[in-house]
C-alpha cells in the first residue's frame, strides 16, 4: 500500500481530533470557570495544553456564587471517593450531607457545594456548613463563607476532568494557599475567544480535507497499478 495513504488517513484522524477539541471549547463558551484547550501537534500525536487566562467577571448578585480575581482555584472534595479536584467555577449552592461518623439519628447538615454533590472546603481543607439565622430555621444570607482558595508551585500541565475540574500531577509540585482575592456574588467568565475557535475549526476543516483528498488520490494510483499489472 502506498505509504502516502497512511499519512492521509492518520492527517485525517488528527485533524478530526483537533476538531473535537474546539468544537468542545466552543460548546463550552458559556459554561463558569471554563479554561479552552489549544491543540498541538507532537510528531503525529494530538496533544492538548489548557490556557489558564482569566475570564471576565459578571455580576449575579447569588450569595453563593464566587469568583476568585488573581491566581488560585476553590478545592471540591467528592463524598463518594474522597478525591479533591480544583476547579474555576465558584457557582455553589447549599445541599445536605451527613458527614461520616455522624450519629444514626442525626439530622442532615447543610454544607457549600457544587452543582454535582461536591463539596466545598475552606483553606484548612474542611467542609463549609451554611451558618444558621437565629432560631436555626433559616439560612443566614449575610453571613461571609470561609471559602479556601489554594494554588500550586507549577499550574502548567494539570489534568483536565469533565467539565471544569483539575487534578494536579506530580510535575505541579505541592499546594499553596492562592493569593487571588475572593469576590462574592460574581462568576468567572469562560475564557473561550469564540473568534480564534472558529478561525481554528475552519482551518481545521481545510487541512482534514486536504488529507482524505490525499487518501483518494492514495487509493485511485493504487487501482491503477494493480488494472496495469492484471
Not at 9 to 35: D, E, L, P
Not at 103 to 108: G, H, M, P, V
Not at 167 to 196: C, F, H, W, Y
Request: net charge negative.
Amino acid at each position: 500500500m502506498n505509504l502516502s495513504f497512511y499519512t492521509g488517513a492518520v492527517g485525517a484522524q488528527q485533524q478530526q481530533s483537533r476538531m473535537n477539541v474546539h468544537g468542545n471549547n466552543i460548546s463550552n463558551v458559556n459554561t463558569y470557570g471554563f479554561k479552552a484547550e489549544k491543540s498541538r501537534f507532537l510528531s503525529v500525536m494530538l496533544a492538548t495544553d489548557t490556557s489558564l487566562k482569566a475570564g471576565g467577571g459578571v455580576n449575579t448578585g447569588y450569595r453563593y456564587d464566587y469568583m476568585i480575581n488573581g491566581e488560585g482555584y476553590f478545592a471540591l472534595l467528592d463524598p463518594a471517593d474522597g478525591q479533591v479536584s480544583y476547579t474555576r467555577n465558584g457557582a455553589f449552592q447549599a445541599a445536605a450531607f451527613r458527614p461520616a461518623g455522624a450519629a444514626a439519628d442525626a439530622e442532615d447538615v447543610m454544607y457549600l457545594s457544587d452543582g454535582e454533590g461536591r463539596l466545598v472546603l475552606d483553606q484548612e481543607g474542611e467542609l463549609i456548613p451554611i451558618p444558621q439565622a437565629a432560631g436555626g430555621s433559616q439560612e443566614d444570607p449575610e453571613q461571609e463563607l470561609p471559602v479556601g482558595i489554594f494554588d500550586f508551585v507549577n499550574n502548567n500541565g494539570m489534568q483536565h476532568l469533565s467539565g471544569t475540574r483539575f487534578l494536579p500531577v506530580q510535575k505541579n509540585g505541592g499546594i499553596t494557599a492562592g493569593t487571588g482575592e475572593l469576590i462574592r456574588g460574581m462568576l468567572e467568565q469562560s475564557n473561550v475567544d469564540l473568534g480564534e475557535e472558529f478561525a481554528k475549526v475552519i482551518e481545521t476543516q481545510r487541512a482534514y480535507s486536504m488529507a482524505l483528498k490525499m487518501v483518494q488520490t492514495s487509493d485511485e494510483v493504487e487501482n491503477t497499478v494493480i488494472n496495469l499489472r492484471s
